[in-house]
């Protein structure tokens, strides 16, 4: 069995997850990126350099892959990807070659912070308040039920790029632009969770649930965090996920504030923060292997201690005589 992760970028440690798990059944993981120098391309079995997602080739380059190192599946690690991929999965059944996502209108509503926003809200599921209305966010000021700091930040935007807090109506009236790529939201002070989900592709049951505090953020991603078992945050996730109905793995985001917890984003892919789960033993990619083989995974929701600090830290590595397109290893 082998797998095709796309996007791969700096997720070192879960290139490795996979390769150490494909190993065992006599699998490869295959990794590429637009980026011929990506830190994760290095540490894959093979590695390719491919075009930009945007690019018009890049959907046949990716099957030409798929076919020269006989996948069997393919997963993306970055949001903009999604959308694109689950376009494509019917079209990569027909050769046998699944692709790891949720489908389409579940990809797009969670890219969308307005969308996601408004699911939550129809869902009776607590939200941070999302605008894109400049006159809904004067009127909310003027009655009090909005209040600065506020955020800014893009409607589809990832990796928490874009965001400026604005601090004053003026800020506000200079930043804003009218149309639908920015939203608006109040500037949440509380504690920062993150949850690791993953849903079963053969029973289609939450087999995993792992809550965490996050202590530390960087570039959009947790760099340190704590493990948690609450109740209440176990409760909401399996909520979120019974309305949403989503596949495989996924990365929840929320805030714990005074009046409970705050969704702010929902990722249908793996989180930054995975490795934290994977290992107090929430083990996804072992779940991806199995249900790949036909066999549904065993329930572990919130079966992990709790206490448990995660840590990244920095490595290096040099690339000599550079880097090329070719197989890498």
């Given amino acids: 069995m082998n797998i095709l992760i796309t996007s791969t970028g700096r997720r070192v440690k879960l290139v490795q997850y996979f390769k150490e798990e494909l190993h065992k059944i006599g699998g490869k993981v295959i990794a ?51 959308s694109v991929l689950a376009s494509q999965k019917h079209e990569f059944a027909k050769e046998n070659i699944k692709i790891i996502v949720s489908n389409k209108e579940i990809v797009d509503l969670c890219l969308d912070k307005y969308f996601t926003f408004t699911f939550l809200e129809k869902h009776c599921l607590p939200a941070i308040p999302t605008y894109i209305n400049k006159d809904d966010i004067l009127i909310d000021i003027q009655n009090q039920k909005l209040s600065f700091p506020l955020v800014i930040k893009p409607r589809y935007g990832s990796a928490s790029i874009g965001i400026t ?51 530390k953020m960087r570039a959009g991603e947790t760099d340190k965090s704590v493990s948690v078992l609450d109740p209440n945050l176990i409760q909401l996730t399996k909520k979120v996920i019974n309305h949403l109905k989503p596949i495989g793995p996924i990365d929840i985001d929320c805030f714990k504030t005074d009046n409970g917890y705050l969704i702010s984003e929902i990722n249908p892919r793996f989180g930054g923060g995975y490795p934290h789960a994977h290992e107090m033993g929430q083990n996804f990619v072992k779940n991806i292997i199995n249900n790949l083989s036909g066999k549904a995974n065993e329930v572990m929701v919130a079966k992990y201690p709790e206490g448990s600090i995660m840590i990244k830290f920095d490595d290096i590595m040099i690339l000599h005589g550079g880097v090329n397109s070719e197989c890498m290893r």
Avoid: M
């Fill in 165 to 215: 807090i604005i601090q004053s109506l003026e800020k506000l009236e200079t930043l804003w632009f009218d149309n639908d790529d920015l939203v608006v939201q109040p500037f949440i002070s509380g504690q920062e969770y993150g949850i690791d989900g993953y849903v079963d592709l053969v029973s289609y049951e939450t087999t995993n649930i792992f809550c965490k505090r996050k202590i």
């Fill in 32 to 82: 590429i990126d637009c980026d011929p120098s990506a830190p994760a391309l290095q540490v894959a079995d093979y590695a390719e350099n491919v075009p930009i997602v945007t690019h018009p080739d890049y959907i046949k380059k990716v099957r030409n892959l798929c076919i020269k190192y006989d996948v069997h599946a393919v997963l993306s690690l970055i949001d903009p990807e999604l």
